[in-house]
């Protein structure tokens, strides 16, 4: 099984709703990440979990809420957002060496597909 | 902060030619990826290149990376419609932080009978 799963596929909220995106993998991979990407841009990471730790928070508004409840499953839980949070977020996940450094490609997700109106 | 070019950002090419797309960056590194994206969808990954010298090809597709160069190429070879899609190149730098990949701005590839 090589997959990452997230859940929803597309999502639109308001800016004062609150929202979960979600994503799972079954590769015993111990790293995952949450991207952001708009449209026609490369992707921009957001969050890094090793170890269901986190270890990278690229300065992102507290608006958005990453959580690791275990090695398998990563959540992004999304209060108060602007127009401007519109975009399509992505999930990977890899495997960590033994220095804690990503051993080899990234697996991403399908994506959700969010629009805050 | 390492840096990633990847030129050209648009291409329109014929269906059966063959060109090449450049990526260069600015600091060491010895592992560079190699992602597509079709429109709306994830990134599916196409290679994986861990070492200087190193040559993947897969279909119509090859890649190859010079460290000393800082630069990477993906060569397209009698391209067909199928291969339209938005590739990426991306850096993991020496002694990052694990999962930090830099991003090139993605080449465009439109391909036309």
């Known amino acids: 099984d090589t997959e990452v799963t997230q859940t929803p596929k597309h999502l639109v909220m308001g800016m004062t709703n609150k929202k979960s995106l979600k994503c799972e993998q079954h590769?015993?991979?111990?790293?995952m990440y949450w991207y952001k990407q708009k449209a026609k841009k490369p992707p921009e990471l957001m969050f890094v979990?090793?170890?269901?730790?986190?270890?990278i928070n690229e300065s992102v508004p507290s608006r958005f809420s990453p959580e690791c409840p275990n090695s398998s499953l990563l959540n992004l839980h999304l209060h108060a957002l602007q127009p401007e949070d519109s975009a399509l977020y992505l999930c990977?996940?890899?495997?960590?060496?033994?220095?804690?450094?990503?051993?080899?490609?990234?697996?991403f997700g399908e994506g959700s597909r969010l629009t805050v109106l | 902060e390492l840096k990633v070019e990847q030129n050209p950002l648009f291409l329109s090419m014929q269906e059966g030619k063959n060109y090449t797309i450049y990526c260069n960056y600015s600091?060491?590194?010895?592992?560079l990826y190699w992602y597509r994206q079709d429109p709306g969808k994830s990134l599916e990954s196409l290679f994986v290149?861990?070492?200087?010298?190193a040559v993947k090809q897969e279909g119509r597709l090859m890649a190859s990376l010079d460290t000393k160069a800082r630069l990477s190429t993906l060569h397209i070879t009698a391209a067909v419609h199928d291969l339209s899609a938005t590739y990426f190149c991306?850096?993991?730098?020496?002694?990052?932080?694990?999962?930090?990949?830099?991003f090139g701005r993605g080449t465009q590839l439109t391909v036309w009978p």
């Open positions: 990977a996940s890899s495997q960590v060496g033994v220095g804690g450094w990503n051993t080899g490609e990234l697996f």
């Open positions: 590769m015993g991979h111990r790293a």
């Open positions: 600091t060491t590194s010895d592992r």
């Open positions: 991306a850096v993991d730098g020496r002694g990052s932080t694990l999962g930090r990949l830099y």
């Open positions: 290149l861990l070492s200087n010298g």
């Open positions: 979990y090793s170890y269901e730790k986190l270890s």
